[in-house]
């Protein structure tokens, strides 16, 4: 978040945070609190004016954070602001200032840096007169400034309007839309940095999710593609696939894709890749999209690859999930969180073909450039495998992401004089020396077996990509 | 400010009031407020009442027992329910409303 933002939300100023309902604006604001507390030392003071603090203290609970645990210290205070109309009745000139003392005499109480408001506008639906509230909002607002403390204001999407009550008149420093949508009975969840006056921010919208820790938003990718590249090579898992790279394996951090049609031999030799990479002590996160864990295993093992003692070791960590589960985004996100918990050093995609369902081309496109990046950004070396249909001429699709990858291998059917023979080819591999044969392939029971193709008669060319 | 009456111990449910003005400081509203206030119970208040004038610039803490957000906000806490009535207490007709005097007949 910090990250789309150019650096969080402007210190010392009203941000607005605006969505329907349940865009979990409440969460957005109060996890803003908490990190602040927890994280940076900076006490915060939560006005909810819509609910209690027991019931704010339940809703977290869950995503792991401790509400009473943070007031007992001092480092929150929720002030649960209840206004009943049915009790109120105007007779005469009034302002808001006890909403200022109130919330002056919290700030100073813990020494709060933030604040958060969520959300005000039920002041609109409690006080008759608005030309007053409005006016207070404004003086609200210059006060909060001048206190020094970065405020959170949360207000729901107006029809046509920013807000309901305009809102974005008062707070026009930083402005952030969420949004929850529905499509394709798939449900996103979506934010967008609307005006952030004084600083670079992406304005595109931003896929977030609320997992077990809270809000999580999929980073931005480095478009400047400056990250650092390693010299460093690390084995395929076959030796003599290594050799066929140049003697030397892939590059570290390198992105690796394997496609070939159904039964030829993808999946194992990403399992030979991890399990080369296990051996060596590094650990692997493999997301498999189409078969189970177990099946996985047994399948490997019939091919003297056993994969449960690393699994056991906590080197190896499956996680399996059909991607016309949820949308694209939240694959994204789900990928990413578990990434940034696991730190492996080896990531595996298998297959990411039925991504291709879930979204449109340039979607897919877009997010696997979004994993690439931010896998080479850590240094992370990927594979992932990918069904063709048709051997001589690659879907587009695929030949579109191709173009992001480092390493292309291709397994490929031959068939000769009545017999069909697995063949390995190296469409590209960037950056080495590397063959240009067509090897044979066989996955035998002691393993995965490369050597010269033995075709008598006619042999297939290798299609020009 | 200080309290206008001292309070007796007499207990007439429906005719005690008990009423609570919070105030910021001595500002042309909360003055204002406080004579119209005055002049109200004095005319329409047969009972007893008392009224508690809380000024919040001096007692911060006092402000979330009551939930006051608007200044002068009058409270009425006895006779339940408790009632609010916000603004400078000018109209007196809104003010007898908001206090329900229908409750003292």
């Known amino acids: ?465 | 400010m200080e309290n206008v009456k001292p309070r007796t111990r007499s207990r007439r449910p429906a005719k005690h009031w008990e009423l609570r003005l919070y105030v910021a400081g001595q500002t042309p509203k909360s003055l204002a407020a406080f004579a119209n206030l005055k002049k109200i119970c004095e005319e329409h208040l047969a009972g007893e009442y008392h009224i508690e004038v809380i000024d919040l610039l001096k007692e911060p803490q006092l402000a979330s027992g009551d939930q006051i957000l608007a200044i002068p906000t009058l409270v009425r806490k006895l006779p339940e329910p408790i009632r609010k009535i916000i603004g400078d207490l000018s109209n007196t007709e809104r003010v007898l409303v908001g206090l329900d005097f229908r409750e003292q007949k």
């Open chain 1, 1 to 465: 978040m910090d990250e789309i933002t150019g650096g969080g939300l402007p210190k010392g100023r009203p941000t607005l945070v605006c969505g329907g309902a349940g865009c979990c604006k409440t969460l957005f604001a109060l996890e803003f609190l908490i990190n602040g507390a927890t994280q940076y030392d900076e006490p915060g003071v939560f006005v909810a004016f819509e609910e209690s603090a027991e019931e704010l203290a339940q809703n977290v609970a869950s995503l792991g954070f401790d509400l009473n645990d943070l007031i007992k210290q001092k480092n929150l205070i929720v002030d649960h602001v209840q206004i009943e109309r049915s009790e109120i009745e105007e007779t005469g000139e009034y302002d808001l200032e006890g909403l200022f003392i109130r919330l002056g005499h919290a700030i100073d109480s813990i020494g709060a840096k933030r604040v958060a408001l969520d959300t005000i506008e039920v002041l609109f639906a409690a006080l008759p007169n608005h030309t007053i509230i409005r006016a207070e909002l404004q003086r609200l607002f210059r006060w909060l400034k001048n206190k020094g403390v970065t405020a959170i204001v949360t207000a729901e999407r107006g029809n046509g309007t920013m807000t309901r009550f305009g809102l974005e008149e008062y707070v026009a420093d930083c402005v952030i839309l969420l949004d929850h949508r529905v499509t394709e009975q798939l449900s996103t969840r979506r934010l967008r940095i609307v005006k952030y006056r004084g600083s670079f921010h992406g304005t595109n919208e931003y896929p977030f999710l609320i997992g077990k820790d809270g809000i999580s938003v999929l980073p931005i990718t480095s478009l400047g593609l400056d990250h650092e590249v390693s010299r460093e090579r690390i084995s395929s898992g076959v030796k003599e696939l290594d050799d066929m790279l140049d003697g030397k394996g892939f590059y570290r951090g390198s992105s690796i894709l394997i496609t070939g049609t159904a039964g030829t031999g993808k999946s194992s030799l990403s399992a030979a890749f991890v399990d080369a990479a296990c051996r060596r002590g590094e650990r692997c996160l493999y997301f498999a999209f189409e078969e189970s864990t177990s099946q996985i295993i047994r399948n490997m093992r019939s091919i003297s690859i056993d994969l449960a003692p690393h699994i056991k070791k906590r080197l190896l960590q499956f996680h399996v999930a059909r991607p016309t589960l949820y949308g694209l985004e939240m694959h994204l996100v789900t990928m990413y969180d578990l990434i940034k918990e696991y730190k492996p050093e080896i990531v595996v995609l298998d297959p990411i073909t039925d991504f291709f369902a879930i979204g449109s081309k340039a979607e897919v496109k877009a997010a696997i450039t979004r994993i690439i990046d931010f896998l080479k950004m850590n240094q992370i070396t990927a594979l992932f495998t990918s069904y063709i249909s048709d051997e001589e001429t690659p879907d587009q699709t695929i030949v579109g992401v191709s173009s992001l990858i480092d390493s292309w291998l291709s397994l490929r059917n031959l068939e000769s004089s009545g017999e069909r023979h697995r063949g390995l080819f190296i469409l590209k591999s960037r950056g080495m020396a590397h063959s240009n044969q067509i090897r044979s392939f066989e996955l035998t029971d002691d393993g995965i077996k490369i050597g010269a193709l033995d075709l008598a008669g006619s042999r297939t060319q290798p299609t020009s990509v």
